[in-house]
């Protein structure tokens, strides 16, 4: 996958954030890793959810706590949007 077609999941995998996750007093958006993992439309969109999140916090757009994120282990974590 070149670069331009991970940009373009990141873009697709923040909107899904902004979808299925929750806006805190700090305007940031935050989701649980298990509803963008067992989301349908995740499902169906992301070929690899996973190595788009460890794009996306390389490219800090996001942040999450640990280096990778596994279901059901890390269902409860929550992805951080880092730009509100």
Same mark, same amino acid.
């Given at each position: 996958?070149?670069?331009?077609?991970?940009?373009?999941?990141?873009? &697709? &995998?923040?909107?899904?954030? $902004?979808?299925?996750?929750?806006?805190?007093?700090?305007?940031?958006?935050?989701?649980?890793?298990?509803?963008?993992?067992?989301?349908?439309k995740c499902s169906n969109l992301f070929e690899a959810?996973?190595?788009?999140?460890? $794009? $996306?916090?390389?490219?800090?757009?996001?942040?999450?706590?640990?280096?990778? &994120?596994?279901?059901?282990?890390?269902?409860? !974590?929550? !992805?951080?949007?880092?730009? $509100?």
């Amino acid at each position: 996958m070149n670069q331009e077609d991970v940009d373009k999941e990141i873009v &697709l &995998l923040l909107e899904e954030m $902004a979808r299925l996750g929750t806006k805190g007093e700090d305007g940031k958006i935050r989701c649980k890793f298990g509803a963008l993992i067992k989301d349908e439309k995740c499902s169906n969109l992301f070929e690899a959810i996973v190595g788009t999140l460890r $794009a $996306a916090k390389k490219q800090k757009k996001i942040t999450f706590e640990g280096q990778m &994120l596994l279901s059901p282990t890390h269902d409860d !974590v929550d !992805v951080i949007e880092l730009q $509100a």
